[in-house]
């Protein structure tokens, strides 16, 4: 049984009459008559009574043309989907980030047009680190997944870089380096910052993976450039602990520019004076390679228009 032999079925029934229906469906009634012949020989019953006037359904006849239109309509139903999905404006989408991706105000921008742009897509959120998000991507548990800098470089991932931003050096509000100096002293350091070498006795509190590059590695390359090896007070999994952390007094750390509305009376943000190599924190989209989805694909082309990249990929 084929679908042709479904509309078939289902014009006859219509025009009660071979003929009409032949030249509803453009074809001659000899061929129409023998298809439905070849249905009613598979069923093994009648769908028709044939008369001088045309044709009535049998009582299996018409039981059949309700679970014919029911199979017809759903095929369209399903055929009308897929192509939406196919275009990228149905289907799922499995996002992830990380909670200091997340704080940066492009994201919740690119989630928001996202949703409104597409609708009918159904987005699956999940939070983890860089390192758990890459994994996941290569995985395939997730579509794409939001972090700052690469931590790794697994097989079928590719890394698209939105944008890059500023580290400050986070320091608690009551730090010996800032206790005590005038509303002008401090709004001067929050211009020209601090040298790194004055952190050498310091505690850093970091955020990363022992032995991974990113924006952490980065800052102990670059304390080593500034002549000590930092000590390592805490690593922790989320920058937001890392924050309520130095609030706390329990150390100090550095954190992307966007951060630095948490913990207002508590942490004291400030430049870093002559890091080598350069501290930036990038927003980076980590993406599956084989067989992207479209609503994938839409996602990408959505966030890097409104990161302002509109180039193709840009790997790390």
Known sequence: MELRH?????????????????ARLNMQQPPLSQQIRALEDELGFALFLRHPKGVALTAGGAAFLLEARDI???????????????????GTLALGFTSSAAAHALIPRIIRAYRERYPDVEIAIAEDNAQGLT????QGRLDIGILRAPVSAPEGVTYHRLLNEAMLLALPSNHPLIAGIDEAALASLAQRGLPLAALADEGFILVRKPG????????????????????????????????????????????????TELHRASICYCPIQDARPRLAAPITLACRVFNPSPALQNFIALARQLAGRPQRRARS
């Open 6 to 22: 479904l509309r078939y079925f289902v014009t006859v029934a219509e025009e009660q009459h071979f003929t009409r229906a032949a």
């Open 72 to 90: 017809l309509a759903r095929i369209g139903q399903g055929a009308h989907r897929a192509a939406r999905v196919a275009r990228g404006i149905d």
């Open 135 to 138: 994994q996941r991507v290569a």
């Open 212 to 259: 991974a590059p990113g924006m952490y590695a980065n800052l102990l390359d670059a304390c080593r450039h500034a002549g000590f090896e930092p000590r390592i007070a805490f690593e922790v999994d989320r920058m937001l602990t890392n924050l309520s952390l130095v609030a706390a007094g329990a150390g100090i750390s550095a954190v992307p520019a966007s951060m």
